[in-house]
């Protein structure tokens, strides 16, 4: 018995190395000269969580992107070439997205889609931008993404959607001119990039537009409880409760607040987007409102919404597909147009992109800033236990 | 002041938790003196038995804690017996048991998330969304109920052990194995015991969490939070970690709303860095050596 657990000890162990050294692979193996590889698939790098806590969202977006480029394939390619999507998981985590970027540098593709955390894009950045390599977020709110410290743009970095300022901005003005509220507090989460800056452009906007912060309150990523902080909020008599965190936390927020008996409207972020949060928060989240990038029943985007339930059994996870798609389409128009896969002439295009055909619209790029210029926001709110479009923001 | 009175109800609601799954790992460090790192994940799995009995089993409430407690008591000693007992039969050094125990703390994350995927499952409403005022300030009934059956459950635990034969044999153990398996005790057997137990209290602290937040597959992140408890209260000691944990979750509480939510921790952690500078073996702690 021990002979054999030790056996089976030793070929894990073996397995385990083998799988390492696989994945550290070597980054120098060269896929030929531009010449010979004209009639090989143009390859598509595409940084996605597949685990973890975001692979709701990472499953879908890889869904969506590999339906688009079948249907591209199936009309003949780019330039006479297939695509090729080649996707590694990131697991949402920072080091590991950097691990990620430099398999995909090593693995030569023309571009990267992803990720869709803004933590994960600015790391991943750091060494796709040395690479001359392109990279487009997703739903990287985060203006640090596309900008160094210094407010310089980086050349070589994207995104598709719009970005933490414009969000905080939304939400504060909804709360102000629709809810009519005066008094909001803040549970932030103070491990998140996304949620420090949102919550920020939030109180600036609030504050600005004559509301008051009653209670800026914060807990730690990965924490469960939050009474001790609603229990403040609570006593500091807030109108609102802006909670721009992932949809676990929020749900479980509201649901924390309703039991200690705290009356107030709940307003969130595009990270509430997940049926999850109405699972999580039960009742509590009733008549609760967030700012989302898209919305399932947007009609731009509708017929696209069936073909994806049609193939898959199921509706995408919103909002990384579409702004996957949206990535995606700018890199075909980029390479079409160009009629080049070099990565120099495909970022200078992309930073002068205008009126673009992309899935939820039309797409112009600042290319001061990298950041799309006017893209719609919608609001949604749970009704009957279902989320549902309530208004739309369009770019100002 | 009824403020006060609420920050520290929600602190003992919070640390009951804390002290259910600090008991658990108190329990095997006193026999084996090592970390069960494991124990975490052991915890997370009763969680999501709780959820698929109440989901898809549609039993009652009680049946599904009592089939999550032997569910988790079941894996607790295959946990043992698969990644410790050969460990322990070479007189391996603790450090080997720690290795092993992160590992299967690891490997049951990874399983779960490869089959049963990273979704968040929350349990259905059994107490509904109500709470009782108590001296002013407001509880949840279900947190109510959650600390009252925590410390039943403690106090049973600890009775077992201070006054059954079977005790004074883990007891014994505990203080000294070598001596006490020459004076007939199976230590094998005890161990193995020890492990049932302890899987029983994660069944019941799986479920609790569940009910409380829900079931995902990193939840056993929270028993970082239980092992400092029982470090505060002394590893080792029963009651040490039922006080432990009621300390940590009081501590937290107040800490977040008279001092800073945003500094929560750096204060909770700076107090478990002074106090274990103060009392390097914790509030009740009988041993100093290899203690990780």
Same mark, same amino acid.
């Given at each position: 018995?021990?002979k054999?657990?030790?056996k089976t000890?030793?070929?894990?162990?073996?397995?385990?190395?083998?799988?390492?050294?696989?994945a550290?692979?070597?980054?120098?193996?060269?896929?030929g000269?531009?010449?010979?590889?004209?009639?090989?698939?143009?390859?598509i790098?595409?940084?996605?969580?597949?685990?973890g806590?975001?692979?709701l =969202?990472?499953q879908?977006?890889?869904?969506?992107l590999?339906?688009?480029?079948?249907?591209?394939?199936?009309?003949?390619g780019? #330039?006479?070439?297939q695509?090729?999507?080649i996707a590694y998981?990131n697991?949402?985590?920072?080091?590991?997205?950097?691990?990620?970027?430099k398999?995909?540098?090593?693995?030569?593709?023309?571009? $990267?889609?992803?990720?869709?955390?803004?933590g994960?894009g600015?790391?991943?950045?750091?060494?796709t931008?040395?690479a001359?390599?392109?990279?487009?977020g997703?739903?990287?709110t985060?203006?640090?993404?596309?900008?160094?410290?210094?407010g310089?743009?980086?050349p070589?970095t994207?995104?598709t959607?719009f970005?933490?300022?414009?969000?905080?901005?939304?939400?504060?003005?909804?709360?102000?001119?629709?809810?009519?509220?005066?008094?909001?507090?803040?549970?932030?989460d103070?491990?998140?990039?996304?949620?420090?800056?949102?919550s920020q452009? !939030?109180?600036?906007?609030?504050?600005?537009g004559?509301?008051?912060i009653v209670?800026?309150?914060?807990?730690?990523?990965?924490?469960?409880?939050?009474r001790?902080?609603?229990?403040?909020?609570?006593?500091a008599?807030?109108?609102?409760?802006?909670?721009?965190?992932?949809?676990?936390e929020?749900?479980?927020?509201?649901?924390?607040?309703?039991?200690l008996?705290?009356?107030?409207? !709940?307003?969130?972020?595009?990270?509430?987007?997940?049926?999850?949060l109405i699972?999580?928060?039960?009742?509590a989240?009733e008549?609760?409102?967030?700012?989302?990038?898209?919305?399932?029943?947007?009609?731009?985007i509708?017929d696209w919404?069936?073909?994806?339930a049609?193939?898959?059994k199921m509706?995408?996870?919103m909002?990384?597909?579409?702004?996957?798609?949206?990535?995606l389409k700018?890199?075909?128009n980029a390479?079409?147009?160009?009629?080049?896969?070099?990565?120099?002439?495909?970022?200078?295009y992309m930073?002068?992109?205008k009126?673009v055909?992309?899935?939820?619209?039309?797409?112009?790029?600042?290319?001061?800033?990298?950041?799309?210029?006017d893209?719609p926001?919608?609001?949604?709110?749970?009704k009957?236990?279902?989320?549902t479009?309530?208004?739309s %923001?369009?770019?100002k | 002041?009824?403020?006060?009175?609420?920050t520290?109800?929600?602190?003992?609601?919070?640390g009951?938790i804390?002290?259910?799954m600090a008991?658990?790992y108190?329990l095997? %460090?006193?026999?084996?003196?090592f970390?069960?790192?494991?124990?975490?994940?052991?915890?997370?799995?009763g969680s999501y038995?709780?959820?698929?009995?109440?989901?898809?089993l549609?039993?009652?409430?009680?049946a599904?804690?009592?089939?999550?407690?032997?569910g988790?008591?079941?894996l607790s000693?295959l946990n043992?017996?698969i990644a410790?007992s050969? #460990?322990r039969?070479?007189?391996?050094?603790?450090?080997?048991?720690?290795i092993?125990a992160?590992?299967?703390?690891?490997?049951?994350?990874n399983?779960?998330y490869?089959?049963?995927?990273?979704?968040?499952?929350a349990?259905?409403?059994?107490?509904?969304?109500?709470s009782?005022?108590?001296?002013?300030?407001?509880?949840g009934?279900?947190?109510?109920?959650? $600390?009252?059956f925590?410390?039943?459950?403690i106090?049973?635990m600890?009775y077992?052990?201070?006054?059954?034969?079977t005790?004074?044999?883990i007891?014994?153990?505990?203080?000294?194995?070598e001596?006490?398996?020459i004076?007939?005790v199976?230590?094998?057997?005890?161990i193995?015991l020890?492990?049932?137990?302890?899987?029983?209290?994660?069944?019941?602290?799986g479920v609790?969490?569940?009910m409380?937040?829900?079931?995902?597959p990193?939840?056993? =992140?929270?028993?970082?939070?239980?092992y400092?408890?029982?470090?505060?209260g002394?590893l080792g000691?029963?009651?040490?970690?039922?006080v432990?944990?009621l300390i940590l979750?009081v501590?937290?509480s107040?800490?977040?709303?008279?001092?800073?939510?945003l500094l929560r921790d750096?204060?909770?952690f700076?107090?478990? $860095?002074?106090?274990?500078?103060?009392?390097?073996?914790g509030l009740f702690?009988k041993?100093?050596e290899?203690?990780?």
């Amino acid at each position: 018995m021990l002979k054999k657990t030790k056996k089976t000890l030793a070929v894990l162990l073996i397995a385990l190395f083998a799988l390492s050294l696989a994945a550290c692979g070597s980054s120098s193996s060269s896929t030929g000269t531009a010449a010979t590889e004209s009639k090989e698939p143009i390859k598509i790098g595409h940084e996605v969580a597949l685990t973890g806590g975001s692979s709701l =969202w990472g499953q879908s977006e890889k869904q969506a992107l590999e339906m688009e480029i079948e249907k591209i394939n199936a009309a003949g390619g780019v #330039l006479g070439r297939q695509l090729e999507l080649i996707a590694y998981d990131n697991k949402a985590d920072q080091t590991e997205g950097v691990n990620v970027a430099k398999r995909l540098i090593g693995d030569k593709v023309v571009a $990267i889609i992803g990720p869709a955390q803004s933590g994960v894009g600015i790391a991943a950045s750091s060494v796709t931008e040395g690479a001359k390599m392109i990279l487009i977020g997703t739903t990287t709110t985060n203006t640090k993404l596309t900008v160094n410290d210094d407010g310089s743009v980086k050349p070589y970095t994207f995104r598709t959607c719009f970005i933490d300022p414009y969000q905080g901005k939304v939400a504060a003005t909804f709360a102000l001119n629709s809810l009519k509220v005066t008094k909001a507090a803040v549970l932030m989460d103070v491990g998140s990039d996304y949620s420090q800056g949102l919550s920020q452009y !939030f109180k600036e906007t609030f504050v600005a537009g004559g509301g008051t912060i009653v209670a800026d309150e914060a807990f730690r990523s990965e924490e469960l409880d939050y009474r001790a902080q609603l229990g403040k909020i609570k006593d500091a008599g807030a109108e609102l409760l802006f909670i721009p965190t992932m949809q676990k936390e929020a749900g479980l927020a509201m649901k924390q607040a309703k039991d200690l008996g705290l009356d107030c409207k !709940f307003l969130g972020g595009d990270g509430w987007a997940s049926k999850e949060l109405i699972e999580l928060g039960g009742a509590a989240t009733e008549g609760a409102f967030y700012v989302n990038i898209a919305s399932l029943q947007d009609p731009t985007i509708a017929d696209w919404v069936k073909e994806y339930a049609a193939k898959y059994k199921m509706d995408p996870v919103m909002p990384n597909p579409v702004l996957a798609v949206d990535a995606l389409k700018m890199i075909v128009n980029a390479i079409e147009n160009t009629k080049s896969t070099d990565s120099t002439t495909l970022a200078e295009y992309m930073s002068n992109m205008k009126d673009v055909q992309v899935l939820t619209g039309k797409l112009t790029m600042d290319p001061k800033t990298h950041n799309p210029i006017d893209k719609p926001a919608v609001i949604e709110t749970v009704k009957n236990g279902e989320f549902t479009f309530y208004e739309s %923001f369009a770019g100002k | 002041m009824q403020m006060l009175m609420q920050t520290i109800v929600t602190g003992l609601a919070v640390g009951g938790i804390y002290a259910l799954m600090a008991v658990g790992y108190s329990l095997i %460090f006193s026999i084996l003196n090592f970390s069960n790192f494991a124990y975490g994940g052991i915890i997370m799995l009763g969680s999501y038995m709780g959820f698929y009995a109440l989901t898809l089993l549609h039993v009652p409430f009680a049946a599904a804690l009592a089939l999550s407690m032997l569910g988790a008591a079941a894996l607790s000693f295959l946990n043992e017996r698969i990644a410790y007992s050969s #460990l322990r039969k070479r007189h391996a050094p603790s450090l080997y048991f720690m290795i092993s125990a992160m590992g299967t703390s690891i490997f049951l994350e990874n399983m779960v998330y490869a089959t049963l995927g990273s979704s968040y499952n929350a349990y259905p409403e059994i107490f509904g969304q109500s709470s009782i005022s108590l001296f002013g300030s407001t509880i949840g009934k279900l947190d109510l109920f959650a $600390i009252i059956f925590s410390l039943i459950a403690i106090y049973i635990m600890n009775y077992f052990i201070q006054h059954t034969r079977t005790g004074i044999a883990i007891r014994a153990a505990s203080y000294d194995s070598e001596v006490s398996q020459i004076n007939g005790v199976n230590l094998s057997a005890v161990i193995g015991l020890v492990f049932i137990l302890a899987g029983l209290l994660a069944g019941v602290s799986g479920v609790f969490l569940g009910m409380k937040y829900m079931a995902y597959p990193t939840m056993g =992140w929270i028993t970082n939070k239980a092992y400092i408890s029982a470090v505060i209260g002394g590893l080792g000691s029963l009651p040490g970690a039922v006080v432990g944990g009621l300390i940590l979750g009081v501590l937290e509480s107040l800490v977040s709303v008279y001092v800073s939510s945003l500094l929560r921790d750096v204060f909770s952690f700076t107090f478990l $860095i002074v106090l274990l500078l103060v009392m390097p073996s914790g509030l009740f702690g009988k041993y100093l050596e290899e203690k990780v």
